[in-house]
């Protein structure tokens, strides 16, 4: 099982970005899948994630109304799309995917596949 995040970059506070997540040797079907961030000194912190049915989102606090989780599962691909961005969004970000129940989604505990993770800076 193999998860390639992808889409991160350099972006303006307020800009836009979509991060893809491609899954390889298998689709995200009974999986809950999520992303999380991590900036150099500080643990791994939840972001969004999505019900192993793919139909019901999770969001942390901090990113509600700015960020969308979703997925295609004919392309075994995750997305996240990044609205009105902040600087102290500013992190490392990492997909993953597992099979856990709901109270674990929010938790790296849940998941038991990550991708390599994407770097993605909110700077002017």
């Known amino acids: 099982v193999q998860l390639q995040a992808s889409g991160g970059g350099l972006v303006q506070p307020g800009g836009s970005l979509r991060l893809s997540c491609a899954a390889s040797?298998?689709?995200?079907?009974?999986?809950?899948t999520g992303w999380f961030r991590q900036v150099a000194g500080k643990e791994r912190e939840f972001v969004a994630a999505l019900s192993r049915t793919g139909t019901v989102p999770y969001y942390a606090d901090s990113v509600k109304g700015r960020f969308i989780i979703s997925i295609d599962i004919t392309r075994r691909t995750l997305y996240l799309q990044m609205d009105a961005l902040r600087p102290e969004d500013t992190a490392v970000y990492y997909c993953?995917?597992?099979?856990?129940?709901?109270?674990?989604?929010?938790?790296?505990?849940?998941?038991?596949?990550w991708g390599q993770g994407t770097l993605v800076t909110v700077s002017s």
């Open positions: 993953a995917a597992g099979q856990a129940i709901q109270s674990y989604y929010r938790s790296t505990t849940g998941y038991k596949h």
């Open positions: 040797e298998f689709t995200f079907r009974n999986y809950n």
